[in-house]
């Protein structure tokens, strides 16, 4: 969400008088400093997304422009990050139901499913993480292979307790998922 917020704002610097791109400059970073701190091993963040489509993080509250998300829906999304093959991986876990694994492309994060995410958890357990060097995952070795990322998915799952689940990803997150099936 932040990122859309600072891509919006550049594109915009460059059709609006300086006058209006400094106010808008200057609301950005006023939302990039409200933005929560990085979760820690073992420290759960909550987010939530009302029926309106606001979204609120430790206190601040944001936007969400897809009308999708604007339905009646009112999920408390709960993020926490696990030590997994020697790394922190962060993900975050939403609804009841079956359970279904939404995979971010490359560098994106797992805020990339945020708007289909609310929606899915009405009928899925909706699991997503940020891959390996992606979002609030961390990479010490600082290598990305889809096989690597196939296995960090495995050991998240094995620790969620899932043994059979669906699941959806866009281009990485695709490729990590035929490497998880072969």
Not at 69 to 77: G, P, W
Request: net charge positive; with cysteine.
């Amino acid at each position: 969400i932040h990122h859309r917020h600072v891509l919006v704002a550049t594109h915009a610097q460059r059709h609006r008088p300086a006058k209006e791109s400094k106010a808008l400059t200057r609301k950005v970073r006023q939302q990039q400093r409200r933005r929560p701190r990085q979760a820690t091993v073992g420290q759960s963040v909550t987010r939530k997304v009302d029926s309106s489509g606001n979204v609120s993080f430790a206190g601040a509250s944001y936007r969400v422009g897809m009308a999708h998300v604007r339905r009646q829906v009112q999920v408390a999304i709960v993020g926490e990050t696990v030590e997994i093959n020697g790394i922190q991986m962060y993900y975050e876990s939403l609804g009841n139901g079956p359970p279904l694994v939404l995979l971010h492309g490359f560098s994106g994060c797992s805020q990339s499913w945020s708007p289909h995410a609310t929606v899915l958890a009405k009928d899925y357990r909706v699991i997503v993480p940020d891959l390996r060097g992606h979002g609030r995952s961390t990479n010490p070795a600082g290598v990305f292979t889809h096989r690597q990322s196939a296995l960090d998915v495995y050991a998240l799952l094995d620790h969620l307790g899932i043994t059979q689940f669906k699941a959806m990803g866009i281009s990485t997150g695709g490729m990590t998922l035929l490497h998880m099936a072969t």
